[in-house]
């Protein structure tokens, strides 16, 4: 498996950036700074074939979610960077987040910073934690075991779709035409 040099400095003000874009966003909890996370560094992987952080990420119940969140958002937190507290959202507990102070972008290339800016706008605007979560349980993500890493490359994976009533149709006109029934 290919792995990429993890910048956890690089990660750690990823984070925080986030958090300072949309974490005080009513939803944004923990699961959708997740995937923002994972899919600005998938896509960074397919675009330029390399992450941004080099985060590793495992296979949870609700998608992929960085290896080091949890000690960095810690570690943020004990900084005062920014505030994390429990709530609930629609009766469901939810980590939030709020960024006490602007972060720092230098180590970011402006190309980095607009697709994490893309994934944060389409997360919030476009959807709930379950919605985005679900979006994530790709075929890489379905066929890795719970906690397993998912190399970036997975996200090139992909199952054969099951055909369209029209194709199937057209299948069964075949097998009886070459009297394979």
């Known amino acids: 498996m ?4 993890f910048d956890r400095e690089k990660f750690k003000r990823l984070l925080h950036y986030v958090v300072w874009r949309a974490g005080d966003r009513d939803g944004f909890g923990a699961t959708k700074l997740y995937k923002v996370l994972w899919f600005s560094d998938a896509r960074a ?3 330029s074939g390399r992450p941004i952080t080099g985060a590793v ?3 949870e119940k609700h998608g992929p979610v960085p290896r080091a969140a949890m000690p960095i958002r810690e570690e943020l937190q004990r900084e005062g960077a920014i505030k994390i507290w429990q709530d609930r959202h629609y009766d469901y507990p939810s980590w939030r987040f709020k960024a006490l102070r602007k972060p ?4 970011f290339a402006e190309d980095e910073l607009k697709i994490v800016e893309w994934w944060i706008l389409h997360i919030d605007r476009e959807h709930t934690a379950s919605s985005i979560s679900e979006e994530s349980h790709d075929y890489a993500w379905e066929i890795a075991e719970m906690g397993e890493e998912l190399p970036y490359h997975a996200v090139f994976a992909t199952r054969v779709r099951d055909p369209d009533e029209r194709e199937s149709e057209w299948v069964a006109e075949r097998v009886k035409e070459l009297g394979l029934h």
């Open 45 to 47: 992987f397919m675009l």
């Open 57 to 59: 990420y495992i296979r």
């Open 2 to 5: 290919t792995r990429y040099a």
């Open 104 to 107: 720092d972008t230098s180590l």
